[in-house]
Structures are given as C-alpha cells and as structure tokens.
C-alpha cells in the first residue's frame, strides 16, 4: 500500500512544485522507534502560574522523569535560545473563564511556528462536567474547539490531541501521564485533534513497571488477526510484551499461522460468531497461557450496499460478525469470570459509525453499536477494575482500501489534516495504549485514529 | 458370519500404563498433543506446484502456530515421502531448517510406502517411551504433481560415464552410447516392482478372493464422503488442518455423493481378471492426491509444562509383512496380520474399541481385512488363531471419513488418521468419562501393514 504522491513530495521531486500549487504537502510521519527521543526536540510547558506548585509543575516534573528536556513558559515569558520545540504542552486545567485562556493561548501561538517536524501540541485540560457553572463549561468545552483548530492548522506531521481529565482526576495521575506519553510518542502518529477523557481509575501500582514492554505478562486475544490490522495489532502487543492469541476464521488459517510464528503466540481457528467463541477462546487463552487480560475484538467484515438494494445476507452478516460477536463473547467472559483482573478491552469502531458512509448503513449501524456497547461494557468492567474503549480508524493503507479505485482513494487519502492515510501500525499503536495497564483510567472513550479526518468530530 | 468368543476385554487394565499386559515392557507414555495438516489436493490441483518440502513445512507452520512451538528445540521430528526427489535426501530436516522451530531440533527421513506417516508416529513415540526425547513430530508429505522424473536407464548410465571421462574423446565416446529411446524420461511408478501389477490390480484379485461386492464397496465410499463432510461442517478440523495455498478443504470431498452417482461409475481395476465382475471404480478407490500432515508427540510432563493438552497416548503398533509375491496372500493385507498380533499382546478383542480407522486405500480394502478376520478358516490357517478373529461394529468404523474422500498423499495419511483418531478418542472420553480406545490400521505397497492403539488420555500424571 505505497502512497507514492506523499513519497514524490516528502522531499522528493515535485516538492516546491506541490508547494507553489497549492497541492496537500503530507510528510512521511514520526512513528514508533524504540532507539528515537520521546520527541524530536526539547519540551515546552505552557499555562500555570509563576512558582506555583500546580498542575504545570506536576506535568513539568513528569516529562522531566522522562529524560526530556523541559522548559517552562509562565505568563508570558517564554524562554529562548530553542530553535525548535520536539513538542508544545499546554495546561489549562485551572483555567476558570474563558479570559483565562488569553496567556498559554498566545503563548503556544508564538510557538508554533518554532514546532519541529512532526511535533506535538497537547492540551491538558478539564472536561465540561454535570456541576459546572456557564462560564467554567465555556472555558472548558471551548478548549476542545480551541484544540482541533489548532490541529488543523499543523503542518508536516505535527498532530495537536487533548487529555481531558474528569472529574476527581489529576494531571499528574499515571492515566492522565500515560494519555499525555501516548500523544508525544510516535506511537499516537496518526492521531490527530483528538481528545481524550481521563479519570481517575483505580489506583495503579506501577512499581517494576517497563514503559518498553508495558504488556509484559499480560495475555491478549486478538480476533480477525490473519491479516491487515488485526496482524498488526498482534505484532504490536507481542512487541510490547503480552502473549497472544490469534484468532480467525479457519479459511484465514495460513495466513493466520504466519502472525502466530511471527509474534510467538499461538493461532486459534475459530469464526467468532459460533454460539461457543467465547468458552473456546476462554479455554485456550487460560490453559494455554494461564489467563486473559487483553481482548481486542477486531474482527470485521464490509458487505456494502445501497440499503435500497439491501440483501437480508448482507445486512445479517455485518452486524453478526461486528457486533452480535463482539456482545456475545464479551458477554460470556463477563458471565463466567473469564477475565483475568483488570482487563482491558478494546474494539474497532470506525469513522463510518460516527459519520455515517453512503452504502455502509449495515456496516455503519454495525460500528456505531460498538461505540454503543463500549461505554456500557465500560461500566460492567469497571468493577474488574478493567476498562473498554474502542478505537475507530479512519482511511488505513490496507488490502481493504486498497481496493477503492484511484480516485477516490486518493481523495479519501487527502481528507485529513494529515493529508495521508494511516498505516496498521498507527490502529495497533492506539489499541496496544488502550490495552495497557497504565491507561487504566481511560475507559468507554472512542479514540479515532484518523489523522484527524475531516469527516465527523 | 461366524462368531467366537473375543478374548476377554481388558478393561479393567484402562489404569494400566503404556504397557503392563504380558511381553510388553512397562515405559512411560507417549502421549498425542495435537496435529495439523493442510487439505488435500487433487493431483494437478490446488498445490501441482507445490514441493513435499513446501507442503510438510507448511504443516509444520500450521502445527507450530496451534501450539506455540516457536523456537522450541524438539527431540526429533521424523517424516518422509514416498514419492521423493533425489535432491530431497534430508526432507524432513531441510523442513524443519524452514519452520519456525528451532534450527537445533533434528531430524530423519523414513519411508515405509503409504505406512510412512504412522511408522514414523511410532517411531518418535518410542524414543519418548524409552526417554530418549521429550517431544517430537511425526508425519510426512506426498505430491504426485510434483513427482520426479528420472531420466532412462541408458542416459544415466551414458551421463555418469562422461562425467567419469578423463578426456574430451572419453566423454564423445559415452555420448556416442545413446540411443533415440534413452531420451524418453521415466515417471514414477507405483507399480509393485515385483510383479508389474499396479496396487489397484492387485487389490483386484483380493476383491474378488473375498467376494466383495459393488454395492458393499460403493457404500463404504459413500459412508467416507458423508462422514468427512459432516466432520467438515462441524468445525472437527478447525485444529486439525490448517489452510495452504488458497485450498481450506480436501479437494476431492464430494459432500452430494450419492449412491446412484457412485453406482454410475465404470470399473477401472480387475476388468482382466477372468470369472469375476471387475468392481473397483474411481468412486469406491483412493485418488492420487497431494497433501502433508504433522503429529506432536511428547511426554506427560513435557506436555504439561508447555501448558500443552493431552488427547491421547501410543499405547503400543505392530508392523507385519505379506507375501504376496510368490505367497498367495493379497498385497494389502498386512494390516489383517498385525492386528491380531497387536491384540494379543494386550489381551484385547477385536470388539474391544472405540473407534476403528481402518485407511481405505480402496473401499475394498477395508471389506477384504473384515471379511478375513471374521472368516475361520483365514484366521486359523493364515493368521494361527483358534477362530475368527471376530467383527466390529461398522457404526464405530472410519466415523469421520477416511482416504476414499479426503484422498491419499501416501506419507500424509498416517498423520491424518493418527491425528483424528486421537481427537476422537479424547472426545469419547470427555462424553463417556471412561478411556476410549482406538485400533488404527494402514496398508502399504510392498505387502507392509501397520497397526497400532491409541487411548485417550486426560492430562495429568502417567496412567
């Protein structure tokens, strides 16, 4: 899946004529790379008030714990001699009217310009709750607007996100820290003018915890694992620790086989729909690798059709393998206690099931019931001290995609403040965050990898 | 039919370990994880370009993904082909070299013809016995459209002398040798070397020594079609066979035989035999097929500290040999030999199992190896019993199909059968909470036959 327009003018021939027409400039973006800094350049920490013990200083003290380079700007002083910012962090979690947003604002506003190549913006700040007076949910819910606007206003690979904490969360907590690592790393590369609710969670003990191998001992199921995403994810977990488990359809299984070698896991032929996937995947998870910690219900199929021209088969098969699978194997891991504590689980939702697609209405109904589902299976688990969220992909370079004809493959390609579409690895580095025991806090969010398409929110 | 009084069941020694009943030394067991293989192809199907290296490594993958064997040092993994390139002398280790197993884990070619699959499971399964490896596999591959060919005899012989040639006139000189039909290239037979005749042939005249009719053929054919479809559409194999090359099940199942269909077939086999209605068709005979199949063996606690499962144990085989070269016995009825001696050493009856697969190289050659041990005379006279060696009953036999409908890559059978024998009978058990026993029997070219026993066996401590 080679996009060789961003190849041609991410610095190669037709780069200044790109630029002259006006044409989308995307660049080759920062991902993952273990042997690479957090970010591509000193920090700055933007908001708080001089010398004061808040919530600045705790995010400055955090990032500093992180072998960064931290410097702060408080008020309007904002200190000199960086030629460019590896990432730009703004706290406005005490910001209590919207005048209050007139400092960091224009600070970063100065910045901008000096952010690095595939830089970040990342906003910390409070989201709109129940109790809020009108101007303290203004302040609040204009951050959001504020955010987005900013993340389309970001050029060559830089994203802008936002860590939303709820109420009763910290700045400092490990949830709200493990948002705000997420969205510096190369790991959130394909996320863009997200923001992402934080609460407290459970109380988290990380001692002995290995921000490198974060899924260390944990056990991960992925469904639909034989190829394209799903393939991905897996690799994505066994890289960051977890033992998995493949699982999809026993007509997948070469390819599926191919992933269980590749990650050291092992592969489970199974069609997610049958009444007994959950017991099975259950049985394998737990007597071959003594528990079940991660589920990542991945498996998906596309039937489209003008919902005029709607075969019962068509609309049948979408919502069994996207949703009534989904519901029935979580369902049984619920009934029976299957889960190991605190499990974490996380399922694809899409952009077509916040935006609606013309010719996907099975599909889009399939995807937004996800969404559905994940903030009442959110409650359910919380109990378990475990989490599920979804995360819902915009245009993936995948066989899928690949597929579209020319044309609006490319315009779908372009739709986004990225100007690119993702790569698996960009879904699985989202998920592999979801799954990991430092996002406990993060629950019943849907988070959109989706270079910040400019479809939906 | 004539009936006898089976020897006494030996239930009672299910606690018994590998071993325990007279002249059978007590070993720890060799206890059945699991297998794979991948589906089998009509031959110029799905893998005609396909090796045997290409198909048993595949198998491997297949096994090593199901079981988590990535990197894992083995005992041994033992396997072969029947029909083998020269190139292919180190098949079995040059697959291994190609999966994701350990490069450190060795390996050996066998070939004992269409036994080589289940020879070789018992093979690993003794050294695990004698503790000698703690794991291993057993299986092989067979392709007959990526067969060999062999050049003449007269051109090998003119090649090898001019590659031996000292000088450019020595080596004219052998060139000289050759003659227009040298050239002609030799395919690969199954023709029994000593009497030319094909197996076919020769399961012919055992037909018709026995009396097997069409209609009992046909339906045998029928029943294995039916049988592995089910299986199939029951997701049995969903941990048995992995997918290759495009190809998710064995392409010579035909779910929507039917009897009339299978009756509408012309023989093929036995049309020169005098006094006797040729009976042998394509329906109720084993296609020439492609295919590679894997078994994983181990010990008990090998097994258990991989978190691995445990379906059966290789309780014990028996190898036997005819001679149907200047003796009058049929080709492939060795198994109808090993049986009863494999019986005896346990103590069991015939009527002492589970389940019975009995590899339908032909349909017939089922029927001919009941007809024989249910016939006094044969038993007494061939097999040195006092009687019949007894019947079984047929609803325990081939339950989930056999070689007639998911083919016959000759080396990959033995796995296939081993495999779902093991399955079934850790099912059985699971029902009935009690062992469940299995009698495997395979014919081979040459007058081979292997039979072996397969119990189920919870996991947990040996027997």
Known sequence: ?457 | MATTPEPASSRSEDAGASGGAAGVPRTRDAVIVGGNRIPFARAGGKYAAASNQDMFTAALEGLVARFGLQGERLGEVVGGAVLKHSRDFNLVRESVLGSSLSPQTPAYDLQQACATGLEAVVSVANKIRLGQVESGIAGGADTVSDAPIAVSEGLRRVLLEASHARSTKARVAAFAKLRPRDLAPLSPSTDEPRTGLSMGEHQAITTARWGITREAQDAVALASHRNLAAAWDSGFFDDLVTPFRGLTRDQNLRPDSSAEKLASLRPVFGARLEGTEPSMTAGNSTPLTDGASAVLLASRAWAAERHLPVLARVVDAETAAVDYVHGHEGLLMAPAHAVPRLLARHGLGLGDFDLYEIHEAFASTVLTTLAAWEDADYCREELGLDGPLGSIDRDRLNVNGSSVAAGHPFAATGGRIVATAAKLAAARAAETGRTARALVSVCAAGGLGVAAIIESAAPGTEA
């Open chain 1, 1 to 457: 899946m080679t996009d060789s327009y961003l190849k041609a003018v991410d610095g190669g021939l037709v780069k200044g004529l790109a630029q002259r027409l006006g044409l989308p400039q995307p660049v080759v973006l920062r991902r993952h790379d273990p042997s690479a800094p957090l970010v591509p350049g000193p920090v700055l920490v933007v908001g708080g008030r001089p010398d004061a013990a808040d919530d600045a200083d705790a995010v400055a003290r955090a990032l500093l714990g992180w072998d960064l380079d931290v410097r702060q700007a408080r008020g309007d002083a904002v200190p000199e001699g960086v030629e460019r910012w590896g990432a730009i962090v703004v706290v406005v979690t005490e910001a209590k009217t919207p005048e209050d947003l007139h400092d960091p604002v224009l600070a970063l506003g100065a910045q901008l310009r000096r952010l690095a190549r595939c830089g970040r913006v990342v906003t910390v700040s409070r989201a709109p709750g129940d109790g809020d007076s009108p101007a303290l949910a203004a302040t609040r819910a204009g951050v959001e607007g504020f955010l987005r606007s900013v993340a389309k206003e970001l050029r060559a690979g830089a994203t802008a996100n936002g860590v939303q904490l709820v109420a009763g969360a910290g700045a400092g907590d490990p949830a709200a820290l493990a948002a705000l690592h997420f969205f510096l790393s190369g790991r959130s590369a394909f996320v863009d003018g997200q923001l992402l609710e934080v609460g407290a969670g459970p109380a988290w003990d990380a001692t002995g915890f290995d921000r490198s191998r974060p899924l260390a001992g944990r056990v991960a199921v992925v469904t639909g694992a034989a190829r394209g995403i799903g393939a991905e994810v897996a690799r994505t977990l066994a890289r960051d620790g977890a033992s998995v488990v493949v699982v999809d359809v026993p007509a997948a299984g070469e390819a599926l086989a191919a992933v269980a070698n590749e990650v050291r896991g092992t592969a489970l032929q199974l069609d997610v729909t049958a009444d007994d996937a959950g017991a099975r995947i259950l049985e394998h998870a737990r007597s071959r690798h003594g528990g079940l910690h991660v589920l990542v219900h991945n498996a998906g199929i596309l039937r489209d059709k003008l919902l005029a021209n709607m075969r019962p088969a068509q609309w049948d098969a979408v919502v069994a393998v996207n949703l009534a699978a989904q519901l029935r194997i979580t369902g049984h891991l619920l009934d029976v206690g299957g889960f190991s504590e605190a499990p974490h689980i996380v399922s694809l939702a899409s952009t077509s099931g916040i935006a609606g697609n013309r010719g996907q209405t099975n599909y889009g109904f399939s995807k937004a019931g996800v969404i559905g589902h994940t903030r009442a299976t959110a409650r359910l688990v919380a109990a378990l001290g475990g989490t599920a969220n979804a995360v819902a992909p915009g245009f993936i370079e995948t066989d899928m995609t690949a597929s579209i004809p020319l044309v609006p493959r490319q315009v779908a390609r372009r739709a986004s403040s990225l100007q690119q579409g993702g790569q698996p690895v960009d879904v699985a580095e989202a998920i592999a965050f979801l799954a990991s025991p430092g996002s406990t806090g993060i629950t019943g969010q849907v988070l959109r990898v989706c270079g910040q398409n400019l479809v939906g929110r």
